[in-house]
Structures are given as structure tokens and as C-alpha cells.
């Protein structure tokens, strides 16, 4: 997805009147209610178990599974599109599948290493694909189709990544399919040339509640045993589950641990690959954009979520790398917009990473090493500069530059705010001059950027920013 600089400075911020016009159930942080705010300890709590994660701003999601095996390639043909959907695009029946499961031997998986990637590159936290669409766990469930129990691996890898998460500061959170295409509950929506049509599946009526009660088995597990930090749900789509399904699962779990964080895809409230909530009030605390960026600042809890290329899953013929420019890009356009940006590896089926992924992996944490405090905590910006992005939180506007003026001057609409002193990130030592006479403020900058991707200025002020 290449960032797309939009020629205008306006304020394009677009304040979310309420939370429900999102459909997240509860009240943002800024967030101007239509409801009368309740003061009692749940609302309260409804907020601060948000500020970690607004705090954190990047996180990594992991797609690794049986998928992870053909890595796209099935009886010689390589499939379209998204590598772990390889059961449903090449329909392949539930007992073909399986026989993945004894070639799953990842020996070269190092969660420690996987982790010290992680938080080098300036992420925050990781989500990882406990169970996928294919049904399969990474972790010791209780049943049989799990890593612990069907593999020649024989060890679970969820319960060192989280010890790794726990040892480096990092949060572990974990992805979950709703729709399970191993699950005998579940049977292909149709047949098409003689092979299962996996999407969506077909929920057997009278077993639904008997999935319902195997997939608490499941979650339970991940919220008391594993800890999970955030619950990132997926395939949520089939009709056969429904929003109150969602809703009463959400009460559920936050009875176990009213600090759990879930995704707005545990109902049915999200609006597709846009992925903020319908109106009305849907289960989940933040939106999920997949693949794509708000066009404004949106003053709720969301997360965009995006390949390094265009799978999920490892696939071995997917070269299309979005470069680091690319990827930083995003995440400075994410944040100037008041989100989270979640950036997927695909590990390969012996448990490392693409060398492409390790890569900009490095690269991003050479430029968050710099740059990072102009992206934790902050807020979405109050206007869109023609130049780059902005972002701000109490006591600091910035100025990520991605086009260098030849004039060596930069323009921004005045703040209300005491101006204490304007810097370059990569040279705090250096002041920089600003004109603060006029309407606009003018600062004077040096000759050339620091920093190719993005050069970042702080201007330091009195306050949260505000324009005057
Ligand atoms: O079908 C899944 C897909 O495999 C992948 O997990 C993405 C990541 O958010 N979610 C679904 C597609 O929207």
C-alpha cells in the first residue's frame, strides 16, 4: 500500500461524536459521548485498560500455523491471494489437511528471538494466530488439534513466547477464529467441482452451542493460563454468528479479567475491510482497519493491521515487499490519525522469519531508536500537512517531515500554546529559529533532512497542542 500524501492543509481532523457512531461499546479517551458519562468502576476501568495500548501505537502479529507448510503451493499449484487460506482456496478436505500436522516440526523457532525482533523494531506488543481459520492450536488445548499433541514438534509455543513477552516488557496477545473449518460443528458452505467450499462455514444448528462451549475451553485458557493481553478476533462473518452471540461472549471473558482488551470482531458490528463498527452500540473495545488507513484522525480506539507483502501466512512466492520508507510511512500516517498500526510476519514452517521481513524489521527500529517518542502515546493530529504527517501528545507537537522544503522553511498553523523550544530529534542540541509573528508559524530549517524516510522536529510547548 503505497502512503498517498494528500495536497491540502486543513484541519481534517474528524472528531467522533460518540462512540457509538463507531460502534465500540465504550467511551474513548477524549471521546465526546452523546451519553451521560456513568461514573461507576466498570466505565472507569472500560478506559484505563486502554492506556497501555494507546501508549504502544505499533505491535507485531504473527500468521504462522499448518498454513505455514505449503507456504501457498498445493499439488503442484500455487494458490491466489493469502497463503493461509490454502484448505479453503484449494478445497482441501479436513482429513487431507491434517496431514500437515505431522509435518510440523519448527525446529529453528527461537520465541526469545522472535521477541527481541520485536521490541528492536520498536513494537510494543505481539498478537499471534493462537487458532486460525483451519482450527489448528498453537497452544496445549485441550483437545488433540494442537502443536503438543498432532506434531513431531510436541511442545507447546505460545507458553515461551509469552515468558519471552514477559522478559522483554512486551505485551502477548492472540488471535482467534471464530469460523473453524476443522471443527465437525462446521461443514463447507457447498460443494464446487467435487472439493468443500470452506467460506463460511455452515454451522450444524443443533450443535452450535457445544462449538460455543469448545471455543470458551479454548479462550478460557488463553485469558487464565496464557495471560493474553489483548483477545484479536477473526471470522467473525459466518451468519450463524450473531452480535448477541458476541456481546455475551465479551461479558464472558471480561468476567475473568476486566482488563482484556477485544477487537470490534467479536460481534458482528464491523464494516468489512474498513473495519470500524455500524452505528449502534457492538462488542469490542477498538476498530480494525485491515490493509488500510483512514483517510482522517478518527478519535476512538482502532488498529490498522497490514502485510510487509501481500499474504498473512509465509508464501514462498510472495516477493511484493513494501519497502521501510513504506512501512514507517504508514505508521507515522496511523498515528498522526489517532491508531495503531499492527504489522505482520509470516513465519516460515521451521519457525524463522523471512530474511525480507528481518530486514525491515531492523530498519524500522533504526528509525524508532530516533523517532519514537513521536509515536508512543500520542494523539491524532489537528491538521494534514501538505509536506507529511503531525502528531502530538502533552507538551509536544511533531513534525514528520517526508518532503525537505528547498526553501528551508516550514509552515504550520499557529498554537494557541506557549512555544519553549523547537528541535530535530536526530539533533536535540540544535534550536531551531520560529517566526511566530503571524498567522502561520515559520520555522527555519537546516539544509538537508536527517532522516530520508521521515526527519522528525519537536516543538515543545506549554500543554497539549492546540491550534489558535
Ligand atoms: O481471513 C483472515 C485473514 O486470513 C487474516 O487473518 C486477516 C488478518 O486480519 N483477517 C481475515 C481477513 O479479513
Redo the contacts with the bound molecule.
Keep these: 500500500m503505497e502512503f498517498e500524501l494528500k495536497r491540502r492543509v486543513i484541519t481534517y481532523f474528524v472528531f467522533a461524536t460518540a462512540a457509538m457512531n463507531f460502534g465500540l461499546s465504550h467511551v474513548g479517551e477524549n471521546q465526546v459521548s452523546a451519553q451521560t458519562p456513568t461514573v461507576d468502576a466498570e466505565a472507569e476501568n472500560a478506559v484505563q485498560k486502554m492506556d497501555w495500548w494507546r501508549e504502544a501505537r505499533f505491535g507485531m502479529f504473527i ?1 504462522w500455523g499448518l498454513y505455514s507448510i505449503p507456504a501457498g503451493d498445493y499439488e503442484g499449484k500455487t494458490i491466489e491471494g ?1 497463503a ?2 490454502i484448505m479453503s482456496k484449494a478445497g482441501i478436505p479436513r482429513e487431507e489437511y491434517e496431514k500437515f500436522a505431522p509435518q510440523f516440526n519448527p525446529v529453528k523457532f527461537d520465541a526469545d528471538a522472535w521477541v527481541k525482533m520485536a521490541k528492536q523494531a520498536g513494537m510494543r506488543y505481539i498478537v499471534i494466530t493462537s487458532k ?2 483451519d482450527g489448528f492450536c498453537l497452544f496445549d488445548s485441550p483437545g488433540q488439534y494442537d502443536i503438543v499433541d498432532a506434531t513431531p514438534y510436541g511442545k507447546d509455543v505460545l507458553k515461551p513466547l509469552r515468558e519471552a513477552c514477559e522478559a522483554h516488557d512486551v505485551k502477548f496477545c492472540t488471535y482467534y477464529s471464530i469460523m473453524d473449518w476443522h471443527h465437525t460443528s462446521q461443514l463447507p458452505s457447498k460443494e464446487k467441482d467435487g472439493k468443500p467450499v470452506w467460506n463460511p462455514t455452515r454451522m450444524i444448528p443443533e450443535q452450535k452451542e457445544a462449538y460455543t462451549d469448545y471455543m470458551k475451553s479454548h479462550l478460557q485458557m488463553l485469558i487464565q493460563d496464557y495471560q493474553t493481553h489483548v483477545l484479536w478476533f ?2 467473525e462473518w459466518p451468519k450463524w454468528w450473531t452480535d448477541d452471540d458476541g456481546q455475551k461472549l465479551y461479558k464472558w471473558m471480561l468476567k475473568m479479567n476486566p482488563n482484556l482488551i477485544v477487537n470490534n470482531r467479536i460481534g458482528s458490528g464491523r464494516q468489512g475491510y474498513a473495519g470500524f463498527s455500524k452505528e449502534g452500540s457492538f462488542a469490542g473495545d477498538f476498530g480494525t482497519p ?1 490493509q488500510e488507513i483512514p483517510a482522517t484522525g478518527v478519535d476512538t480506539d482502532w488498529e490498522s ?1 497490514m502485510t510487509m507483502n501481500d499474504t ?1 501466512g509465509f508464501k514462498t512466492t510472495d516477493e511484493n515487499w513494501k519497502s521501510t520508507e513504506t512501512l514507517v510511512r504508514n505508521l507515522i500516517d496511523v498515528a498522526s490519525k489517532g491508531g495503531n498500526y499492527l504489522l505482520n510476519i509470516g513465519p516460515k514452517a521451521d519457525g524463522s522469519f523471512p530474511e525480507a521481513s528481518v530486514t525491515r524489521l531492523s530498519e524500522i527500529g533504526d528509525w524508532m531508536a530516533v523517532n519514537g517518542e513521536a509515536v508512543y502515546g500520542t494523539k491524532a493530529a489537528l491538521f494534514l500537512p501538505e509536506w507529511g504527517r503531525v502528531t502530538r501528545k502533552n507538551g509536544a507537537l511533531y513534525l514528520h517531515v517526508f518532503d525537505w522544503p528547498k526553501s528551508r522553511q516550514l509552515t504550520i498553523p499557529a498554537l494557541s500554546n506557549q512555544l519553549n523550544k523547537t528541535v530535530l530529534l536526530a539533533d536535540s542540541k540544535t534550536e531551531l529559529k520560529v517566526d511566530t509573528s503571524g498567522e502561520q508559524w515559520v520555522i527555519e530549517l537546516p539544509k538537508d533532512a536527517a532522516d530520508p524516510i521521515a526527519t522528525v522536529i519537536k516543538v515543545d510547548v506549554e500543554g497539549m497542542p492546540q491550534l489558535r
Design positions: 500468521h493469502i493461509e487460506w486460525h481459520h477473526d471470522g485491515e493491521c498473512w
